[in-house]
């Protein structure tokens, strides 16, 4: 196609709207087409944002069956017909001849998404002023009196009834300790972990390597790879009798001949090496 084709189809063609039917905020396109061979490639410019009108996204152009379509995505956000003012369009053919079409204008109508005429809606009318009524301070002083009278009838019988009995304070003297008071209380699992803690504690202080960090596991092969021989093999044994009764249901006579090795662990570490 020549190029006074081409400019004839241009001056020919118009914009288009779509959809039909616009209201405020809807996404619309400005759609032109152009005759033209499909070795013509289009420069476009991109439409400038003003108070009603806000480009959506780049415009953009495509060939179809010997048919351009350029397409603008715009929105709009004020009703009425408003004239927008199209860029110019550069086409440049194959041989590098370069064409410009003039921008012109299209025209899109916005429907307005209120109700036709004043939609304000009247003020209602003042209200009556509201009566005010007497008050009196009768029901106060009747509550007031009500209280006082009760506050003086309880002290009376108070003060009839006597001094409150004293309690007599627990006797500290009577036999047995902790842990055998706990035992006894059902707290076999409690007294288990005290005494592990206690041991670790100890462990802790005398076996190096054997830190508190450690878990249960790690801390028994500190111990028995420690220089303690037969007294890190017995502390061993014991730390796993403990690690037991902290999660059995174990009888008490059992917690406490535990809780008895425990402490004759703790006494051979902490007698120095070497030393019975």
Same mark, same amino acid.
């Given at each position: 196609?020549?190029?006074?084709?081409?400019?004839?189809?241009?001056?020919?063609?118009?914009?288009?709207?779509?959809?039909?039917?616009?209201?405020?905020?809807?996404?619309?396109?400005?759609?032109?087409?152009?005759?033209?061979?499909?070795?013509?490639?289009?420069?476009?410019?991109?439409?400038?944002?003003?108070?009603?009108?806000?480009?959506?996204?780049?415009?953009?152009?495509?060939?179809?069956?010997?048919?351009?379509? !350029?397409?603008?995505?715009?929105?709009?956000?004020? #009703?009425?017909?408003?004239?927008?003012?199209?860029?110019? !369009?550069?086409?440049?053919?194959?041989?590098?001849?370069?064409?410009?079409?003039?921008?012109?204008?299209?025209?899109?109508?916005?429907?307005?998404?209120?109700?036709?005429?004043?939609?304000?809606?009247?003020?209602?009318?003042?209200?009556?002023?509201?009566?005010?009524?007497?008050?009196?301070?009768?029901?106060?002083?009747?509550?007031?009196?009500?209280?006082?009278?009760?506050?003086?009838?309880?002290?009376?019988?108070?003060?009839?009834?006597?001094?409150?009995?004293?309690?007599?304070?627990?006797?500290?003297?009577?036999?047995?300790? #902790?842990?055998? !008071?706990?035992?006894?209380?059902?707290?076999?699992?409690?007294?288990?972990?005290? %005494?592990?803690?206690?041991?670790?504690?100890?462990?802790?202080?005398?076996?190096?390597?054997?830190?508190?960090?450690?878990?249960?596991?790690?801390?028994?092969?500190?111990?028995?790879?420690?220089?303690?021989?037969?007294?890190?093999?017995?502390?061993?044994?014991?730390?796993?009798?403990?690690?037991?009764?902290?999660?059995?249901?174990?009888?008490?006579?059992?917690?406490?001949?535990?809780?008895?090795?425990?402490?004759?662990?703790?006494? %051979?570490?902490?007698?120095?090496?070497?030393?019975?």
């Amino acid at each position: 196609m020549s190029i006074a084709l081409l400019l004839l189809a241009a001056q020919a063609s118009a914009w288009t709207i779509s959809p039909r039917v616009v209201t405020i905020g809807d996404t619309i396109q400005v759609t032109r087409r152009f005759a033209t061979t499909p070795d013509v490639w289009v420069r476009l410019r991109s439409l400038e944002p003003t108070f009603e009108l806000e480009p959506l996204a780049p415009p953009r152009w495509a060939h179809s069956e010997g048919e351009l379509t !350029i397409v603008y995505t715009v929105a709009a956000f004020t #009703p009425g017909r408003h004239a927008v003012a199209m860029p110019d !369009i550069e086409f440049v053919h194959a041989g590098g001849e370069l064409q410009i079409v003039v921008g012109d204008t299209a025209w899109i109508e916005i429907e307005s998404v209120l109700p036709s005429g004043d939609s304000t809606v009247a003020p209602m009318p003042s209200q009556a002023p509201v009566a005010r009524h007497r008050t009196t301070t009768t029901p106060l002083a009747g509550l007031v009196a009500t209280f006082l009278l009760s506050t003086a009838a309880w002290v009376a019988v108070r003060r009839r009834r006597g001094r409150r009995p004293r309690f007599e304070e627990p006797d500290e003297s009577v036999p047995g300790s #902790p842990i055998d !008071i706990w035992v006894a209380s059902g707290e076999s699992r409690a007294v288990a972990a005290v %005494m592990a803690d206690r041991l670790r504690d100890v462990i802790a202080e005398r076996i190096p390597g054997a830190g508190r960090h450690l878990h249960t596991e790690e801390c028994i092969e500190a111990v028995l790879e420690s220089d303690h021989g037969d007294v890190g093999r017995q502390v061993a044994e014991v730390l796993r009798a403990l690690e037991r009764a902290r999660f059995s249901p174990a009888a008490p006579g059992d917690v406490l001949e535990v809780v008895d090795l425990a402490e004759a662990a703790i006494a %051979m570490l902490e007698t120095p090496l070497g030393k019975s």
